[in-house]
């Protein structure tokens, strides 16, 4: 990495300098940046007041003010941060073409939210006008961003074939995090962070779509796992980074070997379903098999509609 372009990002983070800080002195500032982020290509890290975010609390309308469910919290986080974030960002963005399969289209370029509901759409005609018995069905995960484990991370990037200077970045990045409540009239204290990719990070999305693509690609190519067969191909899954929607025929087997799926996905990488919140949809089933979906399987029914990606 030898330069980088500082573009208009929002509010600034607990160091207080804003975007229009590091334009004004872009040619003063860009040498050192440049340096301190070549330095962790290395295997350098980063100072820990550079890594620390704010997190300011938003109440929400109409909701009991004494109540921590009652506010919506928004990370900041400093502007030499986001500048790095975005420098790396842009050097993986043209790559998730060829890293991420087509099925997900969140956060990938020139893929839209449209590809996958409107063949949603056209699988659900071809299951009903042959009437072959399947289940359309609707994953929750719980805080999927905020629950990224770091090491599966890490090593993801790696069996994927981005080399060692990379993932020496994104490690110095995500690695020493630490986060702080702005709440009026007390003083802030510091607590660290874990796991997950961070809120108001440029890379966070795209870090999340490559640590989600190992599941993705083990559903799609576990064959007791059936999708929908149209024209030679099979119609597994479609997702929005964490939306995932699943079209699948033979249902009561292909979710007896779903379940271990997802469950040793989530022992590594943090992942977890929420399976009352999940929901699914049968199409042609028999009454007995259908309910056995929400009793073996704890996925909540939806007999007639679901709704994905707010259609």
Known sequence: MRHF???????????????????ALRPELVPFLTSVFN?????????????VANIALIPKEGRDPAAVESYRPISLINFDAKI???VLANRLSPLLHDLVHPDQVGFVPNRQLFDNTRRNADLIWWLSSRATPSLILSLDAEKAFD???WPFLFATLS????????????????????????VPGSSPIRFPICNGTRQGCPLSPLLFLLSLEPLLAAIRGHPEIRGVQVGGESFTVSAYADDILLTLTDP????????????DFGEIAGFRINYTKSCAMPLYMSHTDAASIESGFGFRLAPSELSYLGI
């Open 84 to 86: 790095f974030a975005k």
């Open 147 to 149: 629950r990224v484990e």
């Open 39 to 51: 330095d962790c290509a290395e295997g350098g890290s980063l100072h820990p007041d550079l890594l």
């Open 5 to 23: 372009c500082p573009g208009r990002y929002e509010g600034p983070g607990p160091d207080g300098f804003s975007g229009g800080y590091y334009k």
């Open 159 to 182: 069996r994927l074939g981005l080399p060692d200077f990379y993932v020496n970045m994104v490690r110095a990045l995500y690695s020493g995090m630490s986060a702080q409540v702005r």
């Open 252 to 263: 009561i087997s292909s979710l007896s070997h779903l379940r271990p799926v997802l469950s």
